[in-house]
């Protein structure tokens, strides 16, 4: 990681830390419009889309052993066959739906 986006990531990881019934607000959001259609509204990834890539549950065990750094970079610079969203959402948004991945988690 650049040490200028480590410190951009650590600043608005702070303020979704801050607001984090804003955050995860629009993390819903950005989540059902944008990662639900593959990874379900679960997470579980138990779509029809899902089901013919193969996709791992959001809820693993690899996943919640994931930083949110990584879960942040998977996202954004996209893993395997899903493509990054780095042209799509903005940090912010992608911090958001990571703190949404999260409550899906528990
Ligand atoms: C077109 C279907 C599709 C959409 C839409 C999609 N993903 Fe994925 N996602 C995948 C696939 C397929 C993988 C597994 C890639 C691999 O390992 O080959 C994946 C993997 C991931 C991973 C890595 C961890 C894991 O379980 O494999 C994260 C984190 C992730 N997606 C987050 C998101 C987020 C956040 C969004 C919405 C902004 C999103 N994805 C939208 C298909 C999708």
Redesign the pocket.
Known sequence: MKPNFRVAFLTLLSVSLAVPAIAQQSGEA??KA??A???GADGTGNTP??KN??????K?P??IK?TDAD?FK??KDG????QG?ASK?TDAQ?ND??AY?RTLQK
């Not at 893993?79 to 899903?82: A, E, L």
């Open positions: 950005t989540y944008k990662c259609m593959c990874h889309i899902g890539m193969k996709l791992r549950s959001l693993s690899e996943d994931a879960l998977q996202t893993v395997g066959k899903m969203y959402l992608i739906v990571v991945i």
